[in-house]
């Protein structure tokens, strides 16, 4: 499945964002689905996930409260609405797909395709 991840930029400190990652390739509704983030110098750290269904929704507790994923199955999309955004939040934002079946998909190497990434940059 191929990915592209699109919604990214520079916001202020306290603004909202929304990522889109659109699929295409595969049937999307075979696939969890992941935002991580990476910012320079540290490792790919997970943000959320959403199971195939729409549900099973997890968070990473840095972003809980603050941000929402979700997916349109008819659109092969899946979105993360970011709002409260903080300095911290700075990062090039990448989505993930990991088959139906697999559990977790917490960590990196669960998944098996991957988006291009897209820049949040937040003010202070």
């Known amino acids: 499945v191929q990915l592209q991840a699109s919604g990214g930029g520079l916001v202020q400190a306290g603004g909202s964002l929304r990522l889109s990652c659109a699929a295409s390739?595969?049937?999307?509704?075979?696939?969890?689905m992941g935002w991580f983030r990476q910012a320079p110098g540290k490792e790919r750290e997970f943000v959320a996930v959403?199971?195939?269904?729409?549900?099973?929704?997890y968070y990473a507790d840095s972003v809980k409260g603050r941000f929402t994923i979700s997916r349109d199955n008819a659109k092969n999309t899946v979105y993360l609405q970011m709002n409260s955004l903080k300095p911290e939040d700075t990062a090039v934002y990448y989505c993930?797909?990991?088959?139906?079946?697999?559990?977790?998909?917490?960590?990196?190497?669960?998944?098996?395709?991957w988006g291009q990434g897209t820049q949040v940059t937040v003010s202070s």
């Open positions: 993930a797909a990991a088959p139906r079946a697999r559990y977790g998909l917490t960590r990196p190497y669960e998944y098996d395709y």
């Open positions: 959403i199971r195939w269904s729409g549900g099973n929704i």
């Open positions: 390739g595969r049937t999307f509704s075979n696939y969890g």
